[in-house]
């Protein structure tokens, strides 16, 4: 591929266009299960077709993005586009402010937290397992102010109670404890 004279790497083009795929058939495939039962509950196809319109949106978004991006870098000098990789090896920070270290460390201890988010879920029960979690992620990861952590995790309980537990009616796994 080619924008005005940039060539554009294929393998990522090939994971859009295999997303974009995917995210069809999924939107497809779940439309042809039904989107409502005929007593107007949530069907069986419902959460297919939307993962599937997420996944359309994001790649075509995706798309967009590295299209206006590859058009950018043709305007800018070949030099001056290698800085940045350089600068990055270097220790330079990120747009986050982040050394390259500190976001390996991000990624492994966002992982480390999702395991124990799981394991904490057979003792408290999901939703306070998943509470703990955004407040972790926030507080420690994120490295954002307490109240912003707490905030954050009141609602993603409020979030998965109010549409699981209530619009929903889904139950939800209240651990050992049986606590919510």
Not at 94 to 122: K, P
Not at 139 to 166: C, D, H, I, S, T
């Amino acid at each position: 591929m080619n924008v005005s004279g940039a060539r554009l790497a294929t393998g990522p083009w090939v994971m859009r266009l295999v997303l974009l795929a995917l995210g069809v058939a999924a939107l497809v495939g779940g439309s042809s299960y039904g989107l409502r039962t005929a007593e107007g509950l949530v069907g069986a196809g419902l959460m297919p077709a939307l993962a599937g319109f997420v996944m359309v949106v994001a790649s075509l978004w995706d798309g967009a993005r590295a299209l206006r991006d590859a058009r950018a870098a043709v305007a800018v000098d070949a030099e001056a586009a290698a800085v940045p990789e350089a600068a990055d090896e270097a220790g330079e920070l990120d747009v986050f402010g982040r050394r390259a270290g500190q976001r390996n460390r991000a990624v492994l201890m966002v992982f480390a937290v999702i395991l124990l988010a799981v394991l904490l879920s057979h003792v408290v029960g999901l939703l306070l397992a998943l509470t703990a979690m955004v407040v972790v992620l926030l507080g420690v990861v994120e490295k954002m102010p307490w109240w912003v952590a707490l905030v954050g995790g009141a609602a993603a309980f409020l979030f998965g109670y109010l549409v699981f537990g209530v619009a929903l009616n889904v139950p939800l796994p209240t651990g050992m404890l049986g606590l919510v």
